[in-house]
């Protein structure tokens, strides 16, 4: 940002603004949103399997679904509830990485190197009814000696991991949600992920966050497919539609938080000081009217995919409405 809009900027959003708008949220109201470049890639994740941790990419594939692999195994406990860092914080120090083109491998603390094929024997292998967050999907079984694994490691019984990648599998449609699927298009559909197929989000935002944290947190926290730098702190929440490289994304909604980010994503715990989820609480609490927002802190923006295609670090984001 130069000096001169960053001059405007402090002085539409001075303190006693922020204080009652919460932090960003006052953005729209003293800011034209600009059209056309507003920024480039700055780096680009993957969590193959979901509530794990993710990997960092150069490159990545964006379908109509998602990102290519990114959310496509998920853990469920014997009552058919998916399990999360929410619940099992350890999670988070489940390494995934992939072997050529045919395998997924998972490493943690003191446990052997699980393999896991990319693809199932869909001859073979046992297929069942998921639900995710009221929005169903299918997921095939990936066998008993990938849950004793999980088992032994979080110490809990009756984990088992499931593969949604096989295109044979029911797909989880968005307009199913009971609370926001009045707000999609038909044929908006995902694998695992939670609310949408991508999630964006802007270096300036996480600055801005940080900025009212003792102790700052990095974007793992956030889990975001897409990380964005060359904008300004929550400029992302107003734009409608984003074309990045041939890929073109349309907005779905913004995300809300959940106490997930409290987890160290080095410890495999949740923080003591509840942090950065109580501070996102206090500046980042939507003040608009629209009930489903249920008063949570929102961070980072969902979109859809209306054109598949290539994202690069370094690609030109673009801002056409």
């Not at 052997?112 to 024997?121: C, E, G, S």
């Not at 609310?195 to 996480?206: F, I, R, W």
């Not at 080095?266 to 003040?287: C, M, N, Q």
Request: hydrophobic fraction near 35%.
């Amino acid at each position: 940002m130069n000096a001169e809009l960053r001059t405007l900027s402090l002085v539409a959003l001075g303190s006693s603004v922020v204080c009652g708008l919460g932090l960003g949220l006052a953005y729209s109201y003293f800011y034209r949103k600009k059209l056309g470049k507003r920024g480039a890639v700055k780096s680009l994740y993957i969590h193959p399997v979901k509530s794990c941790a993710g990997i960092k990419l150069e490159r990545v594939e964006i379908t109509k679904i998602g990102v290519l692999l990114d959310r496509s195994w998920a853990l469920f406990n014997s009552k058919g509830i998916l399990q999360t860092m929410r619940q099992l914080p350890r999670m988070a120090l489940i390494k995934p990485s992939f072997e050529g083109t045919k395998y997924l491998c998972l490493d943690a603390p003191g446990m052997p190197t699980l393999k896991l094929d990319l693809d199932v024997d869909e001859s073979k292998a046992k297929k069942s009814m998921l639900d995710i967050f009221g929005v169903h999907g299918e997921g095939f079984d990936c066998g008993d000696e990938v849950h004793k694994w999980f088992d032994e490691y979080l110490g809990k019984s009756g984990l088992r991991l499931f593969n949604g990648r096989s295109e044979c599998l029911k797909r989880r449609e968005l307009k199913d949600d009971a609370v926001w699927g009045n707000s999609v298009q038909p044929g908006d559909k995902m694998i695992y992920q939670c609310d949408a197929p991508v999630m964006l989000v802007s270096k300036e935002s996480l600055d801005a966050v940080n900025e009212e944290l003792e102790n700052p947190v990095d974007i793992r926290a956030f889990r975001p497919n897409i990380f964005i730098e060359g904008c300004f702190s929550f400029e992302e929440d107003s734009w409608q539609s984003v074309q990045i490289g041939n890929v073109l994304l349309r907005k779905l909604r913004q995300n809300p938080r959940c106490t997930l980010t409290t987890v160290d994503m080095d410890a495999g715990v949740k923080r003591h000081d509840g942090e950065p989820f109580k501070t996102l609480k206090r500046i980042r609490v939507s003040k608009s009217d629209d009930p489903r927002h249920r008063q949570k802190p929102l961070f980072g923006n969902f979109f859809a995919v209306d054109i598949s295609g290539t994202i690069h670090v370094g690609d030109e984001v673009t801002v056409l409405a």
